[in-house]
């Protein structure tokens, strides 16, 4: 009976997986690097005993890095583009807003001016700025361009996307720079003119979702998920290879127990997350969202020993997780609040019960993700196994038949979001999808 969990503590599925996804090079949404590794993901999965595995493709906005600048006195500091940043040049002030919170904006004039904000909150606020939420209070408030300012130390700028293809963002060119540099910005230039400079290429591109499955054909189905794009300035170690890596794992040690599933497990190792959930958002578009017991999805994992989870207010999710975890000696920690910002969240926004899998690190934010220092030498294949078991055991639990979770009415996830002080951003960025 427990002879998988020795299996999954010698198994190298994960990690050969994981030195292959980092080996490929720029996993951008829609690139080459993207297409190989969801075709090296797609033959994982199917050398580990998964069925049907394939690519469903879909067509996305391209965009593609080139040059970027902060032109200060006589001087060019380093940044580093923010993906879907248009393709443009805006001088203006420089006006350091700190954390960039909703206050700030309100407070502050920034109208024609380059405004730069970290990418942290401060710990007596109560909740998350997402940095599009950040951009969209800028470029609401007229400003000429952004600047997103790392909090963590060692010359690292940060990336990430500012806008969605549905969802055009004007002129207001986007960079990221790093803590040092911001600092001396700060220092030197605040209330002077700076030029910010971006060159992209923005196109017509394709990306794909990665499927297979395992256990019985059954209408009913548990989702295990992560996404296989990278941001291209980094090795997506991460965010999110490690997670594409836990897929695979679990799918091997799943192919071994296959005879105790319930329910069809589908794995989804998704396309395009980092410009806009747009992988998980199309697979969602065509989902029948009953026949979905439950999503887990994998985005943050092996980063730290301990695993969280985003359980989204089902305390039978929270539960399970626990009684897992407490079946292995093994500490975790459950959120049971709202996590809209990863591929489970085109899902549980409508009421599918879901999970965002973590872990923790210790570190305020992303620390090493979205940056050039998001590299395998920081991770251990002993955090690797481990996680596989825990999440192994809780898929089995969760698609057994003796485990049930109710749906939400979407009115019970919105609520929660005004409730937990979401909305106010999620509404500002277009991702509010609610009828006011």
Same mark, same amino acid.
């Given at each position: 009976m427990t002879q998988w969990i020795g299996t999954t503590f010698e198994s190298d599925a994960g990690w050969d997986h994981l030195e292959t996804l980092v080996d490929v090079g720029d996993r951008m949404a829609g690139s080459e690097g993207e297409r190989r590794a969801a075709e090296a993901t797609r033959d994982a999965l199917a050398e580990v005993g998964a069925r049907d595995a394939r690519i469903e493709e879909f067509d996305v906005q391209g965009w593609t890095r080139g040059g970027s600048e902060i032109r200060?006195?006589? $001087?060019?500091?380093?940044?580093?583009?923010?993906?879907?940043?248009?393709? *443009?040049?805006? $001088?203006? /002030?420089?006006?350091?807003?700190? &954390? =960039?919170?909703?206050?700030?904006f309100e407070d502050t004039d920034v109208e024609g001016k380059v405004v730069m904000v970290a990418t942290n909150v401060p710990d007596y606020f109560d909740r998350f700025v997402h940095r599009r939420?950040? &951009?969209?209070?800028?470029?609401?408030?007229?400003?000429?361009?952004?600047?997103?300012? +790392?909090?963590? /130390? =060692?010359?690292?700028?940060?990336?990430?996307?500012?806008? $969605?293809? %549905?969802?055009?963002? =004007? %002129?207001?060119?986007?960079?990221?720079?790093?803590? /040092?540099?911001?600092?001396?910005?700060?220092?030197?230039?605040?209330?002077?003119?700076?030029t910010v400079a971006v060159d992209a290429d923005v196109h017509d591109a394709t990306s794909g979702n990665v499927h297979a499955e395992l256990g019985p054909d059954t209408d009913e189905e548990l989702l295990v998920t992560s996404h296989v794009d990278a941001h291209d300035i980094a090795e997506g170690a991460m965010d999110n290879g490690a997670g594409t890596a836990m897929v695979v794992e679990m799918a091997r040690a799943l192919a071994d127990r296959e005879d105790e599933l319930d329910a069809r497990v589908h794995f989804v190792a998704f396309g395009a997350e980092e410009v806009g959930l747009e992988g998980s958002g199309r697979m969602a578009?065509? *989902? +029948?969202?009953?026949?979905?017991?439950?999503?887990? +999805? +994998? %985005?943050?994992?092996?980063?730290?020993? $301990?695993?969280?989870?985003?359980?989204?207010?089902?305390?039978?999710?929270?539960?399970a997780a626990h009684a897992v975890a407490d079946r292995f000696d093994h500490p975790v920690k459950t959120i049971p609040e709202q996590g809209p910002h990863s591929d489970h969240w085109p899902f549980v926004e409508w009421g599918v019960p879901g999970y965002h899998v973590m872990s923790e690190t210790g570190d305020e934010g992303r620390g090493w993700g979205h940056t050039h220092a998001d590299t395998l030498d920081k991770l251990e294949v002993r955090d690797l196994r481990e996680q596989a078991i825990l999440l192994t055991e809780l898929t089995v639990h969760l698609a057994s038949d003796e485990f049930s979770v109710a749906h939400k009415a979407p009115e019970e996830i919105a609520e929660a979001l005004e409730a937990e002080n979401k909305a106010k951003g999620m509404k500002i960025t277009g991702d509010w999808p609610y009828d006011e």
């Open positions: 200060a006195g006589q $001087t060019s500091q380093d940044c580093i583009a923010l993906p879907r940043s248009p393709d *443009a040049s805006a $001088t203006g /002030e420089l006006v350091d807003l700190g &954390y =960039g919170l909703p206050s700030d939420e950040k &951009y969209y209070y800028a470029v609401e408030g007229g400003a000429a361009a952004f600047v997103f300012k +790392n909090h963590v /130390e =060692g010359c690292l700028p940060p990336t990430g996307s500012v806008g $969605t293809a %549905d969802d055009p963002i =004007g %002129d207001v060119p986007a960079v990221g720079v790093s803590k /040092e540099v911001g600092a001396r910005l700060s220092r030197r230039w605040e209330g002077e003119t700076v578009e065509r *989902a +029948n969202f009953d026949d979905v017991k439950a999503i887990v +999805n +994998n %985005d943050g994992v092996v980063r730290g020993r $301990t695993l969280s989870f985003y359980t989204h207010g089902f305390d039978a999710l929270d539960e």
